[in-house]
């Protein structure tokens, strides 16, 4: 059985039946997109929020249409149950629960519940991150090397080359070794060293900063970064310096596999023989800083403005965090932490059992949570992109949502997720 990805997209390439963990950004950035060279550095930075930007009102035609679509987009994706919500101010906003929960029971899915949110860690271990600069206790700027002891080339690798997925460190998840560690037993604790010994056998694909490739081994570096820097365990400082001052009051870093309730039963068919199994309580130690975190709908919603306009950053800060360089795909970059794509900020999710994409519009200042209880792809794209690109579609058709799926070819021996989704 196996757990893998997280990311702005994690997509799940697999390798006969068995699929390896990818906690990506979309599995189209964690495969393709490695092949587009671009430069690296603020300088070539690109604008973070397209121009186009065009919002519809949440009157009762517009809310009946995305029922409508949205019911479609369940039945035809099969994804057992969906949360949606859509906040655009002063036009109205949309939240609806969709299908089931649980699938023995017949629950209703409801929109109180909990969710694994695979790579939108991220997120979260990112903004860490820019909060300890804001401390002046790191720099982007450093290299890897000043925190963390063995790192291949360390010394030429920045803080800031690994939040923006240019470092050319392999993803630990594309490791056939840890796919077949973590397949073999889900519930197995990996811890972050562990991890990054898969990751560190094999040889770099690109000098840092040459190009962007999203690998869950960046983010577990920067982890351990901020846990050197702060003194305090990673969940300590995500606690008392984020989710605190953020009031996320229903998000948490879990220690274990723990999961509070109330959530639902996430399923995924990432398993050694193909068949779907309930992944609710597999342990997400293997995502760790890279995608094990739990949050709800209403806390995302707040996340998703938090994140996008940096209130908890320093605006010099935040204006590096959004300084979004090529990735290879059209409509699609990615800052610290955080892609940009169609003009919506902020990341998504997935890991065996769950997606997630929460972004948000900053010209009109809407929102957008998805939220679904599976991993399982619908013809090679994530089902949370399906179901981002149809309420876009309709709500703000000058910016719809759209992640493409990994090309075949660059299925490896791993699948990939949010971006290869860790998380």
């Not at 950053?313 to 795909?329: E, I, N, S």
């Amino acid at each position: 059985m196996s757990r893998t990805h997280t990311g702005i997209r994690s997509t799940t390439q697999r390798r006969g039946r068995t699929a390896a963990v990818a906690l990506a950004v979309s599995g189209l950035l964690a495969a393709a997109a490695c092949t587009a060279p671009s430069p690296s550095g603020p300088q070539a930075a690109s604008p973070a929020v397209t121009p186009t930007d065009s919002v519809r009102a949440l009157d009762p035609g517009m809310t009946q249409q995305l029922d409508k679509a949205i019911d479609q987009v369940v039945r035809r994706t099969g994804v057992p149950g969906a949360i949606v919500g859509v906040w655009l101010p002063g036009k109205g906003e949309y939240v609806r629960a969709f299908g089931v929960a649980d699938k023995s029971s017949g629950k209703a899915m409801s929109d109180d519940l909990r969710m694994r949110i695979g790579s939108e860690t991220k997120t979260f271990t990112v903004t860490a991150l820019l909060r300890l600069v804001d401390e002046g206790k790191l720099g982007l700027d450093d290299p890897v090397s000043d925190y963390v002891d063995g790192v291949p080339n360390g010394e030429h690798i920045t803080l800031r080359q690994l939040a923006e997925m240019r470092s050319g460190l392999f993803s630990y998840t594309n490791d056939p070794e840890f796919d077949k560690a973590f397949m073999s037993d889900p519930d197995r604790v990996f811890t972050p060293q562990q991890l990054l010994d898969y990751a560190f056998q094999h040889p770099a694909g690109f000098q840092p900063g040459q190009k962007f490739q999203y690998s869950n081994t960046n983010t577990i570096l920067l982890g351990l970064v901020i846990e050197k820097a702060s003194g305090q365990s990673l969940r300590e400082y995500l606690d008392r310096s984020v989710l605190g001052p953020a009031g996320l009051d229903n998000t948490l870093f879990p220690e274990g596999a723990e999961f509070p309730e109330p959530h639902a039963q996430g399923y995924t068919n990432q398993t050694p023989d193909g068949k779907e199994a309930n992944a609710t309580d597999w342990d997400p130690s293997w995502a760790w800083a890279a995608g094990a975190m739990i949050s709800d709908l209403p806390d995302l919603r707040d996340w998703a403005r938090i994140v996008a306009t940096g209130t908890l950053l320093k605006p010099a800060t935040q204006a590096q965090r959004l300084r979004t360089l090529p990735t290879g795909f059209p409509g699609t970059g990615y800052g610290l932490g955080i892609f940009e794509n169609h003009g919506w900020l902020g990341h998504n999710g997935s890991l065996p059992g769950y997606q997630s994409v929460t972004v948000y519009l900053p010209k009109s200042k809407a929102t957008m949570v998805i939220l679904t209880n599976t991993d399982n792809p619908y013809e090679g794209n994530e089902n949370s992109t399906v179901f981002a690109k149809a309420v876009t579609g309709i709500v703000t058709p000058g910016n719809v949502y759209d992640l493409p799926a990994a090309p075949a070819s660059s299925a490896s021996p791993q699948p990939s997720g949010a971006a290869s989704s860790a998380g």
